[in-house]
């Protein structure tokens, strides 16, 4: 009988915005990876820790200024994303939208992910940048510098979102 050697397959995401509407591409792939029996790490860097980050995750917002495709899917003029509170009535509406379709929160989503076997890790520069420590990331989560995310992501599918 032969053995396979085949490597595992293997997907590497980068998260580089914190914003609700881009904290869901990378947990959904990262999700459907393990469901498929793929190696799933998700470096997150700049905004993107946000979405790990324990004082921030609960409170993702989406940006209505300088977000041309949200006006449409609201029928609103670009203009109005300016008023005070469009922005908190478009994060209600999307998470609203969200919740309808059976996703997580976002903090919920990220621990299934992280039970999956999902690794997470913030970027070590930026976390220097933004003043963090390892105790401000979400249970699990590691830190680790673009040098070792590239070892870690050598052969593997990589995905900037």
Known sequence: MQMDTTPPRTLCLVASKGSLDMAYPPLILANAARMTGIEASIFFTFWGLDIITKSKMHKLGVATVGNPNMHPWFHIPTILGAIPGMAAAASW?????IEKLDFPPVP??????????????????????????????????????????????????????
Request: with cysteine; net charge negative; aromatic share 6%.
């Open 108 to 161: 919920e989503f990220l621990e299934m992910v992280m039970d999956a076997g999902t690794c997470v890790y913030g970027c070590k520069m930026s976390m220097d940048m933004m003043k963090l420590t390892k105790d401000d990331l979400v249970d699990g989560a590691d830190m680790l510098g673009a040098m070792e995310f590239l070892e870690i992501s050598e052969g593997a599918q990589v995905m900037f979102i």
């Open 93 to 97: 509406m999307m998470n609203r939208e």
